[in-house]
């Protein structure tokens, strides 16, 4: 090793890891400034400080970013430079009513964006992720991005390694590293030092921040945070954009849409208007304002106000999001699959008693073969229970465990549960020195590993599934001359007896399942309990069973045959995380929109391939990762709210669409056609688009709006189908009453061009407006369905605006004169007779067959996919939490 190499680290600076990964132990410990019992809270405080915070990227709303994206509409941009352009060739007073417009238009946009972006800073705020550092002598939890070089970590089975670790202890820990190295076997640790040059694979002796503990457990120091670690580079290299969710992507496909309508209606406008001989700029101006007129360019907005309120009403009911799109994602839902501790059951388990299969053997004996074989340190004095699984938890937490006496056993070595082996194992000395090796884990799996299982045993295990209890078997071998155990060992036992547990069902479950059936959603149960418990705990909740399919059963299915055994089951009993993925998997390719509850290890590989992925505050640190959705009750009456909400938001943003896609357009398209048919344009560019803002702001307030229940009771997604009819069939009923403003002001008022585009201005923005009222329900509006307060006050007071500017000192500057009141007369006349006609062909169109929802896309996630999740625990918080 040169020189360089064992230079020493300047306390509180990253030192490298292929360089940490050579040197032993106590070096690595001096380098890193640091010692076994970790660093004191002032010494971290201030590498804290030194260095900054574990974070691979920040987060925090940059009002530029947001107002980029209000101006990157290409037709917006040509709309500006055309006005610029008319300026300078002497229509300056156009040029800047339509520059103002436009300017608060974006404004509006921004706003309201930037001020969903903040509410998304302060909702991921809230989700904070922990790791188990060892500060001021003692173990305790501390939020991940306040880790610094030399703290020493502690890691277990289901741990995101929180940091670059220099591994000081090693329990037969393994990591899972692919999503560093793409290496898909896990890779066995060691304390040893590794050879100079060894490749990033070959670090046995490091663990690399963002991987996986598979199995064991273990201590290292930190060497490296933040963006100097391996995994950091990675993740600040694919960027911060997170990948899209159907919501997203039906977003974009109308966007596209709407622009592939705004490019064909513009150009044969803006060409008819120039074999007219019009102005070019006058009609490149008209055709653009078009364009904009027939965009809804505030969706980004109602969209955004939606999903912010949304967050804030699921955060209060403890449900948390962690990109406000996936609330969307969660309306969608028609199949949960889920675990059932503490979702069905009440999730608190408790001891109940030991059953020896000799009954000459004591039941204490029995237990405290089982506290022995448990993965906590009970040479202290008061064992802790932290980080147990909630069996072993379980038995420290019984009255029976106060009598353990730590000094009479001395615990040699432990192998720790796995998922594999479904076993804890202990090798114990006694007083004498005698040892034993104690297995303790699934019944039949340890039975498999006994010699000479008593016939009562199967018989008593039979008793404890039916009764709905959760059982571990317990076996012993004595050894003699050992000092380290593999799985291998576990062989030729002695099976002792059964320890029984039990996990009430909730006393509410039942009525969250008819909840979640009232939504259309279809909850199955994935489960590495036995099918016979699981089977007891649905029956006594009333849940009618399609079937039962275990472990053994899935893998003796090819992918078709269990893709139809899965769509009709709804127990998967002793299933492996492989298993759970690949049911995830076959039940997404039958169309079905399918969430996946999970708050293990073992659950990590489901939540990845579900559509949404929800896990609980409490998960495993991979499990929480993984998810999309973190509830802080594990509580499925919780989830059913969120649906809803969800449900909500996609309903009250799909109003919008619809009004743009149907009044706006056809108003539009009444515009192109008169500036054909008239010597004069129907209206000009800048009242276009102040028709346009108007129309607007008024809309902001649809994410307020009340949802009629039956909207709420099946999924929704993006049907752009269903939209160009919507538009093609109540986009031609506004025109209708378009030509019919267009006859009364010629034929009847023998209206000026200024008069006329003052008519149609009032009857376009009253007609579009008060159309919400129609389009927000498929109810008779008003009497069976009202709307918010807060749409109604907003609608009304758009259309009164719209109609005092030609009275107002503006209307000159505007283009507007006044009117006569015999035109509001008629107009009245024409508006009821508009929301007539809408109402009669409403329920003509919904009443036809095709108008069904589509059936949802499959959302396909890969490497990057992975590491931008996996990232999302390495962000610093927004800089308004922080003061």
Not at 152 to 177: F, K, T
Not at 237 to 247: N, W
Request: hydrophobic residues 50%; neutral net charge.
């Amino acid at each position: 090793m040169t020189a360089e190499d064992t230079r020493a680290v300047e306390p509180g600076q990253a030192e490298d890891l292929r360089a940490a990964a050579c040197r032993p132990v106590d070096q690595a410990l001096s380098n890193a400034d640091s010692r076994a019992e970790g660093l004191s809270s002032d010494e971290a405080a201030h590498r804290l400080a030194v260095v900054g915070p574990n974070a691979v990227r920040g987060h925090r709303a940059r009002p530029w970013l947001v107002l980029g994206r209000q101006l990157k509409s290409p037709i917006l941009i040509l709309l500006f430079v055309t006005a610029i352009v008319s300026a300078f060739l002497g229509d300056a007073a156009d040029s800047v009513i339509i520059t103002v417009i436009l300017v608060l238009s974006v404004g509006l946009g921004f706003v309201n964006e930037f001020r969903a972006e903040r509410a998304a800073d302060a909702l991921h705020d809230q989700i904070r992720y922990r790791a188990f550092v060892f500060r001021d002598g003692s173990l305790r939890a501390v939020d991940v991005v306040e880790l610094v070089p030399g703290d020493v970590v502690s890691v277990s089975v289901g741990s995101v390694i929180p940091a670059d670790l220099r591994l000081l202890s090693c329990n037969d820990l393994q990591c899972d590293e692919s999503i560093v190295t793409g290496e898909s076997m896990p890779v066995t640790k060691d304390t040893a030092a590794v050879a100079t040059g060894s490749g990033l694979g070959d670090l046995t002796s490091c663990a690399l921040m963002g991987t996986v503990v598979q199995a064991g457990s273990g201590t290292g120091v930190v060497v490296a945070t933040g963006p100097h670690t391996v995994f950091g580079r990675i993740a600040v290299g694919l960027g911060t954009e997170q990948p899209q969710t159907d919501f997203q992507r039906g977003l974009a496909r109308f966007s596209v849409f709407l622009l592939e309508v705004a490019v064909v209606l513009t150009s044969l406008i803006f060409v008819a208007n120039l074999l007219l001989h019009r102005p070019l700029i006058e009609s490149l101006l008209f055709s653009l304002a078009i364009a904009v007129g027939i965009t809804p360019q505030l969706l980004p907005a109602v969209v955004s106000t939606s999903l912010a309120a949304g967050s804030r009403t699921l955060a209060k009911r403890k449900v948390l999001v962690k990109r406000l799109v996936c609330i969307e994602d969660l309306g969608d839902l028609d199949l949960l699959v889920t675990d059932k501790t503490g979702t069905l059951t009440e999730g608190h388990i408790s001891f109940t008693e030991a059953l020896p299969v000799d009954t000459s053997r004591p039941a204490a004996e029995l237990f405290l073969l089982g506290l022995l074989a448990t993965e906590t340190d009970y040479s202290k004095p008061t064992p802790s229970i932290v980080g147990l699984n909630a069996l072993d938890a379980a038995l420290w937490q019984s009255p029976e465990a106060a009598t353990f006496e730590p000094r009479a056993q001395h615990r040699v070595a432990l192998l720790p549960f796995d998922h594999e082996r479904r076993m804890t194992s202990a090798l114990v000395a006694d007083s004498s020195g005698a040892m034993r090796l104690i297995t303790k884990g699934s019944p039949e799996d340890v039975m498999r590993r006994c010699v000479d299982v008593p016939a009562n045993a199967m018989a008593a295990l039979d008793a404890q599934y039916a009764a709905g209890a959760r059982v571990v078997a317990v076996a012993v071998r004595d050894v003699q001359g050992v000092t380290r155990i593999r799985p291998d060992d576990e062989n030729e036992l002695t099976l002792v007896g059964l320890l029984a547990f039990v996990d009430k069902p909730k006393a509410d479950a039942r009525a969250s399942l008819d909840r979640l059936a009232s939504l259309g959603i279809t909850v199955k149960i994935a489960t590495g309990d036995n099918a016979t418990v699981a089977e007891k705990v649905c029956s006594e909740l009333g849940m009618r069973s399609g079937g039962t399919l275990t472990g053994e059963q899935i893998d003796d299915l090819g992918d078709e045959r269990l893709s139809d055994a899965a769509r009709t089951a709804t127990i998967f009993a002793r299933v492996s995380p492989e298993q759970k993925a690949r049911i995830i998997k076959l039940l997404r390719q039958r169309g079905r929109a399918v969430a996946f509850l999970g708050d293990g290890v073992n659950d990590a590989l489901a939540l990845h391939h579900a559509d949404i992925g929800i896990s609980v505050e409490s998960a495993a640190d991979v499990a929480k990762d993984a998810a999309d959705v973190l509830l802080l009750d594990k509580d499925l009456g919780v989830l059913a709210t969120g649906v809803m909400e969800g449900r909500r938001i996609f309903a009250n943003t799909i109003k919008y669409v619809l009004m743009g896609t149907s009044s706006n357009f056809g108003n539009m398209f009444s515009a192109s056609v008169a500036s054909v048919a008239l010597p004069f344009l129907p209206m000009l560019p800048g009242q276009i688009l102040l028709n346009n803002l108007l129309y607007d702001t008024g809309q902001l307030a649809i994410p307020t709006d009340r949802v009629d229940p039956e909207q709420l009771l099946a999924p929704s997604h993006w049907d752009i189908a269903f939209i160009r009819r919507f538009m093609l069939t109540f986009g031609p009923i506004s025109s209708i009453f378009d030509f019919a403003t267009f006859a009364l002001m010629l034929f009847v008022f023998n209206a000026a061009p200024a008069e006329f585009r003052s008519g149609w201005f009032i009857e376009s923005i009253a007609t579009q407006t008060l159309i919400i009222f129609a389009i927000r329900t498929r109810r008779v509006p008003f009497f069976r369905s009202r709307p918010s307060l807060a749409l109604a006050v907003a609608s009304l007071a758009v259309v009164a605006v719209g109609a005092w500017l030609p009275f107002s000192p503006l209307s000159g500057v505007l283009g507007f004169s006044p009117l006569p009141l015999p035109f509001f007369l008629a107009l009245v006349g024409m508006i009821l007779g508009y929301l007539v006609l809408v109402e009669v062909a409403k329920v003509w169109f919904f009443s036809r067959a095709a108008q069904k929802a589509p059936v949802a896309l499959v959302r396909r996630r890969g490497y990057p996919h992975r590491v931008r999740r996996r990232a999302a625990r390495f962000t610093a918080k927004s800089p308004r939490s922080q003061t």
